[in-house]
């Protein structure tokens, strides 16, 4: 009957085998997949030129979080005008990682050319990995 149906039998000695065969057969089913996981919001009240850094966005966060590393979208009308990640965070003249709503701060792009302007919404996110069948 098995034959009938295409299916595998397969016979361990000890439970090891059992668990390894398993664990085998796990990870060639399971497949990692990307998801993105919205952090938070911030928008752009003033734009600085510095000159060993380049552009710097002055930022109020409105909701979430910013965080150092993060992944960024710079949303204009709606429409997404650049995508980056956050090179730099600062408080003052303090370096942070990151940023909670209702604080204001510096986020450097490390893009010089990255089209942003007073009034951009930037949009905080992280993609993470996640094990889907």
Not at 40 to 64: D, H, P, Q, S, T
Not at 75 to 103: P, Q, T, Y
Request: one cysteine or more.
């Amino acid at each position: 009957m098995a034959r009938d149906k295409n299916v595998e039998i397969h016979t361990f000695k000890v439970i090891y085998d059992v668990v390894k065969a398993v664990e085998a057969a796990i990870a060639g089913i399971l497949v990692a997949e990307e998801e993105e996981v919205t952090l938070g919001k911030a928008r752009i009240k003033a734009i600085f030129n510095i000159r060993e850094v380049g552009k710097v966005a002055g930022v109020e966060v409105l909701e979430g979080k910013v965080k150092r590393g993060a992944l960024v979208r710079v949303m204009r009308d709606g429409k997404k005008v650049f995508e980056g990640k956050i090179v730099s965070l600062k408080h003052f003249k303090e370096d942070k990682d990151e940023i909670s709503a209702g604080n204001e701060c510096g986020i450097g792009l490390g893009d010089p050319k990255a089209p942003i302007r007073e009034g951009d919404i930037l949009e905080v996110y992280e993609k993470r990995k996640v094990l889907a069948a």
